[in-house]
């Protein structure tokens, strides 16, 4: 069962509008077995911007704030990836670099849709290929 936390007021040097739990899925030890299925727990972070698609938030373990990417819209960046990638072609000009961005974008999507996997949460996007 998740550890709840109790709900904290945000430090005002940072501007935030409040703290909200959420569910993170690393373990306190800060160590990922990828052979063992994470139970979530809650955790109280800091939002400085809840602006959709691109929200701003710090984890209490980090020290600067990270932006909260929807999975669906990760999905559509990979699909962009794709196209660019495929439009420039190998031969092309920083087709490499192109390359090396849309493998990260795929790596983030494919850790987001094994972790909502290991805890049964439906994804917000068809996994089909078009």
């Given at each position: 069962?998740?550890?709840?936390?109790?709900?904290?007021?945000?430090?005002?040097?940072?501007?935030?509008?409040?703290?909200?739990?959420v569910l993170?899925?690393?373990?306190?030890?800060?160590?990922?077995?990828?052979?063992?299925?994470i139970a979530?727990?809650?955790?109280?972070?800091?939002?400085?911007s809840d602006?959709?698609?691109?929200?701003?938030?710090?984890?209490?373990?980090?020290?600067?704030?990270?932006?909260?990417?929807?999975?669906?819209?990760?999905?559509?960046?990979?699909?962009?990836?794709?196209?660019?990638?495929?439009?420039?072609?190998?031969?092309?000009?920083?087709?490499?670099?192109?390359?090396?961005?849309?493998?990260?974008?795929?790596?983030?999507?494919?850790?987001?849709?094994?972790?909502?996997?290991?805890?049964?949460?439906?994804?917000?996007?068809?996994?089909?290929?078009?």
């Amino acid at each position: 069962m998740p550890e709840t936390i109790s709900e904290a007021p945000c430090n005002d040097r940072y501007r935030q509008r409040g703290s909200v739990s959420v569910l993170a899925d690393i373990p306190e030890s800060g160590h990922i077995d990828r052979n063992e299925v994470i139970a979530m727990r809650k955790e109280n972070v800091e939002i400085l911007s809840d602006r959709t698609n691109a929200a701003i938030m710090r984890h209490p373990d980090r020290k600067f704030p990270g932006v909260l990417v929807q999975g669906d819209t990760l999905s559509t960046f990979c699909a962009s990836a794709d196209a660019a990638c495929r439009e420039m072609g190998r031969s092309s000009p920083g087709f490499d670099e192109a390359n090396d961005l849309r493998n990260a974008l795929y790596s983030l999507l494919n850790h987001y849709k094994s972790v909502l996997g290991e805890h049964s949460v439906p994804l917000p996007f068809s996994d089909q290929p078009l």
